[in-house]
Antibody
Framework: ELQLVESGGGLVQPGRSLRLSCAASGFTFGDYAMQWVRQAPGKGLEWVSG????????GYADSVKGRFTISRDNAKNSLYLQMNSLRAEDTALYYC??????????????WGQGTTVTVSS | QSVLTQPPSASGTPGQRVTISCSGSSSNIGSNYVYWYQQLPGTAPKLLIYRNNQRPSGVPDRFSGSKSGTSASLAISGLRSEDGANYYCAVWDDSLSGPWVFGGGTKLTVL
């Protein structure tokens, strides 16, 4: 069964860092692009970042550019999101999502259950 | 304000057909595939329609997608109580540096 399991969320003070992880199983992880999408409490979906199958191409939303870094380890079937200089507005449920193709301009076809990040003093 | 415009709410009675619209521009819907996601309360989004009008395996054929110009629509026929959820459209935008854009979401209520 195809599965994505996020971890690493928690309560963090403004300005601090957090690293999210997403463990993938049930498919050939290295063949597909991956994405991070977040959802603030009571709000809609917001794309955060994407990475191609071989890490050759990455992209970020303007709201996180320069602060967040997406990466992957195909040998470990894992996706990561390093989040630095966190702000209150980064508070959200962060979803890991599988792309339907090898580049992140393909849509997202499978989503994890999410991990919650709360930025507050 | 979302780049893609969806009505905030929609409703219907069991058995009815409802349509949810998603309006964009030439740089997004007008030139790229539209995706639709269903988010039931307290759960993760689920892919409903991909590449404008394709259904993943397991999605009932009551759900259908279409696109015309810079607008797209999701239609749900034979409405059922379990269809009550939030629905989001998503599309790649050629003009933005944060390229994936989502509609603001439509909350569907089954009366």
């Amino acid at each position: 069964e195809l599965q994505l399991v996020e971890s690493g969320g928690g309560l963090v003070q403004p300005g601090r860092s957090l690293r999210l992880s997403c463990a993938a199983s049930g498919f050939t992880f290295g063949d597909y692009a991956m994405q991070w999408v977040r959802q603030a409490p009571g709000k809609g979906l917001e794309w955060v970042s994407g990475i191609s199958w071989n890490s050759g191409t990455t992209g970020y939303a303007d709201s996180v550019k320069g602060r967040f870094t997406i990466s992957r380890d195909n040998a470990k079937n894992s996706l990561y999101l390093q989040m630095n200089s966190l702000r209150a507005e980064d508070t959200a449920l962060y979803y890991c999502a599988k792309g339907e193709g090898d580049s992140y301009d393909y849509g997202m076809d499978v989503w994890g259950q999410g991990t919650t990040v709360t930025v507050s003093s | 304000q979302s780049v893609l415009t969806q009505p905030p709410s929609a409703s219907g009675t069991p058995g009815q057909r409802v349509t949810i619209s998603c309006s964009g521009s030439s740089s997004n819907i007008g030139s790229n595939y539209v995706y639709w996601y269903q988010q039931l309360p307290g759960t993760a989004p689920k892919l409903l329609i991909y590449r404008n009008n394709q259904r993943p395996s397991g999605v009932p054929d009551r759900f259908s997608g279409s696109k015309s110009g810079t607008s797209a629509s999701l239609a749900i026929s034979g409405l059922r109580s379990e269809d009550g959820a939030n629905y989001y459209c998503a599309v790649w935008d050629d003009s933005l540096s944060g390229p994936w854009v989502f509609g603001g979401g439509t909350k569907l209520t089954v009366l």
